[in-house]
């Protein structure tokens, strides 16, 4: 008996097309170069996302969109807003506990520098991220303002991301018209060499009890609250004025409604 030949059928997505889209406009304005791809199924018509509106968390749909709508903060909100209104290539490290805004502070900024956004996750920070980022930044802005390198929890950077960046940093290799951003909860573990080329800002809650049960409170009717509000102050105590920690809170207790 003669084997024959066994023919395994591929399968394939049909009419399928990448496309290169130049930027995504993110919610706060800033734009951020991406590569999509589109489908057609055999019949040629384009399959499109469905655009159903899903409900937000709080923290989301109350997120501040310009430096003026941060709760508190009020010395590091009059320097930024003073930097925005002329902003220049220059590195920042925005310093402080988690769910004080400082990775939307940094989306704000870029915003309102018109600002096109690489965005380098947490732990995602390694030499190869950073020359890839530097790399992007010497074309010109799609946005016409600058390029705006935001880095998320820079403390837990590589060491060889940090060697890499002291270099990028230096006056001698500063990518042209950027600005780059670093936020992270603690100063432990970055060089010194690295610390001296940032302007650093320090992010804190404290004081902010007052502030912070005020918003609530102007969230909690706008999302259809009764009069019995629960204490919100309690809420601001308990969330130690971390101000997404206590929206999650009121979220929870708008659900008991």
Known sequence: MTDKPISIPRYTVPNFVPTTKPYRV???????????????????????TPTFAFPQPLSEKYRPESIADFVGLENLKRILAKFAAQPYPSAWLFVGPYGVGKTSMAQALCSEIKGELTHIPSQKCTAQAIEEACYHCHFVPLTGGMHVVLIDEADRMTP?????????????????????IFTCN?????????????????????????????????????????????????????????????????EVELMAL
């Not at 060889?160 to 780059?180: C, E, R, Y």
């Not at 650093?200 to 706008?222: K, R």
């Open 160 to 180: 060889a991301a940090q060697l890499a960046l002291l270099s990028k940093l230096d006056a001698t290799a500063f990518p042209p018209n950027t600005v780059f």
């Open 26 to 48: 993110l919610p706060n304005g800033c734009r951020r170069a991406e590569v999509v791809c589109s489908v057609a199924h055999s019949g040629g018509a384009p399959v499109s």
């Open 186 to 250: 603690s100063t432990d573990g970055l060089e010194p060499r690295f610390l001296s080329r940032c302007r650093v800002i320090e992010f804190s809650s404290y004081g902010m009890a007052n502030e912070i049960a005020s918003y609530l409170d102007t969230i909690w009717h706008a999302e259809g609250g009764n009069g019995n509000a629960p204490e919100l102050s309690r809420l601001a105590k308990e969330s130690r004025n971390n101000v997404r920690d206590a929206l999650m809170k009121l």
